[in-house]
């Protein structure tokens, strides 16, 4: 059973729009989520990360939302630049550590 | 500073055979952790190291799986005997500190193919 979900495993994006990701996520001890980027043929890259204390964080281009009564977070690339098309992977891990539970992946591409 | 390095980066098996992977975390990493991403699934812990000791190995497998981590500093995973299904990208990551909310560096993988 999936604790982590990310339901698109596509976006396509034009260049200059907001791409938007979604995820998923059913245990409720999870309070710490995080967004990594993946390239081909390399590990994954941390992105960006919140607490389930916030609901939202910015770091340049990327802002993370949670809302944590839907169980639901979502990353916001603004505006999309084609150097973002990769895969993102959602994560979630819960306060007893730091064991990542890691979502399906949401392959993001941005079109010129 | 130096990343999260992995060797070997690709390595190709005959079933039956074995196999070790290395990961040396970044300097001053105490936890260390392993995952892998089989057929293009999510990618899934395997287990986790403070220092030399293991505080979490309930993501291996099954016991054809051996993890190391003499002297707290690098880590080996062997597969032995491997088997198809083993197939896949071992990820090893690390971190500072063990709680919620501390970023996990990771490597950039071993490929592993049984054939």
């Known amino acids: 059973d999936q604790q982590v979900k990310q339901n698109s495993p596509s976006l396509s994006v034009q260049e200059g729009r907001i791409s938007i990701l979604n995820c998923d996520y059913t245990?409720?001890?999870?309070?710490?989520f995080l967004w990594y980027k993946k390239y081909p043929a390399e590990g994954p890259t941390f992105l960006i990360s919140i607490s389930s204390i916030k609901d939202k964080n910015e770091d340049g281009r990327f802002t993370v939302f949670l809302n944590k009564s839907a169980k639901h977070l979502s990353l916001h690339i603004v505006p999309s630049q084609p150097g973002d098309s990769a895969v993102y992977f959602c994560?979630?891990?819960?306060?007893?550590?730091?064991?990542?539970?890691f979502g399906g992946g949401t392959r993001l591409m941005v079109k010129p | 500073e130096a990343g999260v390095t992995q060797f070997p980066s690709h390595s190709v098996i005959e079933k039956g055979q074995t196999v070790t992977l290395r990961c040396d975390p970044i300097s001053g990493h105490d936890n260390l952790y392993w995952y892998r991403r089989v057929m293009g699934k999510e990618i899934k812990f395997l287990l986790h190291f403070v220092k030399e000791s293991k505080q979490d190995e309930s993501g291996m497998p099954n016991n054809r799986f051996l993890a190391e981590r003499t002297g707290g500093t690098y880590s080996t995973l062997k597969v032995q005997p491997a088997e198809l299904e083993d197939s896949g990208v071992y990820f090893c990551?690390?971190?500072?500190?063990?709680?919620?909310?501390?970023?996990?560096?990771f490597g950039e993988g071993s490929w592993l193919t049984v054939v």
């Open positions: 994560a979630a891990s819960a306060y007893a550590g730091n064991m990542l539970t």
């Open positions: 245990n409720s001890m999870f309070d710490y």
């Open positions: 990551a690390s971190s500072q500190t063990f709680i919620s909310g501390n970023t996990i560096y």
